[in-house]
């Protein structure tokens, strides 16, 4: 009697789990757009963008925060459709075409010539509880060839943003992704600012 008593338990302590409601997570495009502007004649030079690296810390999709007192937080029911790194790559992509500095923004695996190549790593990427701001940093070479097997950095930035957020606690996934994608924006703005003397 006593064995089929502690069959039981694990039994009864698994009903908690089954019945618990299933919750849909939310997803969000990491996909600022660039502002409309003046029209710009297309530049001469081709531009290959090779894959952009994620820093430790911001690889995972869930929507992250930072305390006030320094600690991080996930959004398990919120995240990204894409891996941060994975997104910010294609939305520069999409965001240096419509600039038109250059005559083509070319993938990796590309046969065609490339005068400039751009390596790129998302850096940051999350809510500053303390601040009241969203954040996103990127860093970026641009490197062109000097021969068959050699590439020259012909220069480095880094450039962040913030974006300030609702002062509502607890903040909403919604509130937490507009303003990491309005700061990745200003990002991509500056990174466009930055390579349009290389043009």
Same mark, same amino acid.
């Given at each position: ?33 660039? /502002? ?43 995240? *990204?459709?894409?891996? /941060?790194?994975? %997104? ?6 999409? *965001? ?15 046969? +065609? ?24 940093? &990127? ?10 097997? +050699? ?11 913030? &974006?300030?957020? /609702? ?10 992704? %507009? ?21």
């Amino acid at each position: 009697m006593r064995r089929r008593g502690l069959l039981l338990l694990p039994l009864v302590a698994g009903c908690g789990v089954i019945n618990q409601s299933y919750v849909e997570p939310r997803r969000y495009p990491l996909s600022p757009s660039r /502002p409309d502007g003046p029209p710009r004649r297309a530049g001469r030079k081709t531009l290959l963008m090779r894959l952009t690296r994620g820093a430790p810390g911001v690889d995972g999709k869930l929507l992250r925060s930072v305390r006030a007192d320094g600690t991080e937080a996930t959004e398990y029911y919120a995240e *990204w459709t894409a891996p /941060p790194a994975e %997104a910010a790559e294609e939305a520069l992509r999409r *965001w240096l075409i419509a600039s038109r500095l250059f005559a083509a923004v070319l993938a990796p695996g590309t046969r +065609g010539a490339t005068d400039l190549q751009l390596e790129t790593e998302l850096t940051a990427l999350h809510v500053d509880l303390g601040r009241g701001v969203a954040r996103a940093a &990127m860093s970026a070479v641009l490197l062109t060839e000097t021969s068959q097997f +050699g590439t020259r950095a012909v220069a480095q930035y880094t450039e962040a943003a913030t &974006m300030p957020v /609702p002062p509502d606690r607890p903040l909403s996934p919604d509130a937490q992704a %507009a303003g990491m994608v309005a700061a990745l924006g200003a990002v991509l703005a500056r990174l466009e600012s930055d390579l349009a003397s290389h043009a």
